[in-house]
Structure formats: structure tokens, C-alpha cells
């Protein structure tokens, strides 16, 4: 197949395509070189909208089984108490942790808890000594009392503050995934733009054929196999050991095996 043949069977491939194909041929892979920058960019933005759908959907499970039981667990479980200067104040002596079917309440007006102790659980509320911590998914966000500019809260504001959030949820779920999506995608493509190094190197190496943006543009394809494998894991909730150093040895291994096809330099 000949130059001006790849460059019109990648153009005409669709996305869906391009990712079932990247998934187990080198040789098809090496063909995208041809194509124009903007659709390996494109296909980017697709993998990495793939790879954050389950990552978007147990957060904002998480969040919605979250903020539903908190109101009622903080209103029957925890003692008084009120944010007065920054600081959470209650009549409790002792750090106070409150153990249900996916949720998790930590109260601490002593300050012996940290929001580290808050992050250990996958779904928590923690109301720490100077800020609050609220986890979804392990996903943390961290609401600090000094916000509240010297205004004195109690128990019953923080009720009304959860009914409210209750009611943005629509709102809320998706500008969280769009964060998560951008900060996804900011994130694989600083892993393409390394991998492109790495390719050019590895071309070096093998006496290949190849200039920079190629090397963008078959990294972009090369990181399918990771990407679709680890979205996968994630669906099932299943902990991978290792997962950055598995992620960049699979990546480089295809990319080595992409450009291995590519055409040698004449000597």
C-alpha cells in the first residue's frame, strides 16, 4: 500500500475503528502516521471521554448515596456542635467514627485526625477540626472553615447546606466530570508528548523512518491497549498493582512494535 492509499484508508476510518484496530495491530497503527494532526488529537479527546465514563459514573453514585444518608446520620449520630473562628467546636472528648453501608462519618473537634485519616475510606464525610472532607469514590475535596469568614455555624446550618448541595446535584455531577475530563486529558496528553520522545528515540535506535509528529501520532494510538484495559479495570472496581509502571511498559511496548513496521532508512 502506498502513501497516498494510507493516508486515504486513515481518513476515511472512523474513531470506533481506529480504537478496535489500535487494540491489536502494530501494523495498522504504523499507517496513522499519514494522517493529519487534528484527528490524532481528536482521538485523543474520544479515548480519554472513554476512559473517564466509568471513572464519572462511581463518583457521582458516590456523591449522590453520599449527600442522601449524611443529613440524617449527622442529625441522629453526632453530638451538638458549632464552627465558631475557623474551628469546629462540640462537647465530644475524642474523635467520633460512624460506620455505614458505604459511608463513612468522621467527627473531630479535638484535632487528633487529619484529612489523610478521612481519605482512608472510598465514601466519607469527615468533619475535622478546621476543615471538612468530603470523599466520593476516593475522589477528595476539602471545604476549609476559614471560608466561612468568621460566621458561627451549627448543626442545623450544616443540615440546611446539605439539602441544598442535594438539590444542585444535577448541576453538580456534571461540571465534576467535565474537571475530571479536562484534568484526564491535560493528563494523556502529557503521556503522549513523553512517549513521542521516547518514540523518536526508539527509531533512532532501530533506524527507522519518522520525524516528531509521527512519533505524536502513533503515540497516540499506542496508549489504546493501556487506556481501554485500565477503563475496563475500573469498571469492575478492580485494583491494579502497579498501575503507572503497567501503564508506560504496555505503551512503550506497543510503540515498539509500531515502529518496528515503519520503513528503515537506506543505508
Known amino acids: 500500500m502506498n502513501m497516498d492509499d494510507c493516508k486515504r484508508v486513515c481518513e476515511?476510518?472512523?474513531?470506533?475503528?481506529?480504537?478496535?484496530?489500535?487494540l491489536y495491530s502494530p501494523v495498522h497503527i504504523a499507517r496513522f502516521r499519514f494522517q493529519k494532526i487534528g484527528k490524532a488529537i481528536g482521538y485523543v479527546f474520544f479515548l480519554t471521554f472513554i476512559a473517564a465514563l466509568p471513572m464519572g459514573a462511581y463518583f457521582a453514585v458516590s456523591l449522590n448515596k453520599t449527600i442522601v444518608n449524611a443529613s440524617e446520620l449527622l442529625k441522629d449520630e453526632l453530638p451538638p456542635f458549632e464552627i465558631i473562628d475557623g474551628k469546629l467546636v462540640s462537647s465530644a472528648t475524642e474523635p467520633i467514627e460512624i460506620f455505614k453501608p458505604g459511608l463513612t462519618i468522621v467527627f473531630d473537634s479535638t484535632g487528633t485526625l487529619t484529612k489523610d485519616d478521612v481519605e482512608r475510606y472510598p465514601n466519607a464525610i469527615g468533619l475535622l477540626q478546621k476543615e471538612a472532607v468530603l470523599v466520593a469514590n476516593t475522589h477528595a475535596q476539602y471545604y476549609s472553615y476559614a471560608m466561612l469568614q468568621d460566621r458561627q455555624i451549627n448543626a442545623e446550618d450544616i443540615h440546611a447546606f446539605i439539602r441544598t448541595v442535594q438539590s444542585l446535584l444535577p448541576v453538580i455531577i456534571p461540571v465534576s466530570f467535565l474537571v475530571l475530563y479536562l484534568f484526564t486529558s491535560a493528563t494523556k496528553f502529557v503521556h503522549i508528548t513523553i512517549l513521542a520522545f521516547i518514540g523518536l528515540i526508539l527509531k533512532g535506535t532501530l533506524n527507522k523512518r519518522g520525524n516528531y509528529r509521527q512519533m505524536w501520532t502513533l503515540?497516540?494510538?499506542?496508549?489504546?491497549?493501556?487506556?481501554?484495559?485500565?477503563?475496563?479495570?475500573?469498571?469492575?472496581?478492580?485494583?491494579?498493582?502497579?498501575?503507572?509502571?503497567?501503564?508506560?511498559?504496555?505503551?512503550?511496548?506497543?510503540?515498539l512494535l509500531v515502529i518496528k513496521e515503519l520503513p528503515s532508512l537506506k543505508q
Open 12 to 22: 476515511s476510518m472512523t474513531m470506533f475503528k481506529q480504537l478496535f484496530v489500535s
Open 219 to 255: 503515540s497516540a494510538y499506542s496508549i489504546t491497549l493501556s487506556t481501554v484495559f485500565f477503563t475496563i479495570m475500573e469498571s469492575l472496581q478492580i485494583v491494579v498493582p502497579y498501575a503507572v509502571a503497567l501503564d508506560w511498559f504496555v505503551s512503550i511496548t506497543v510503540l
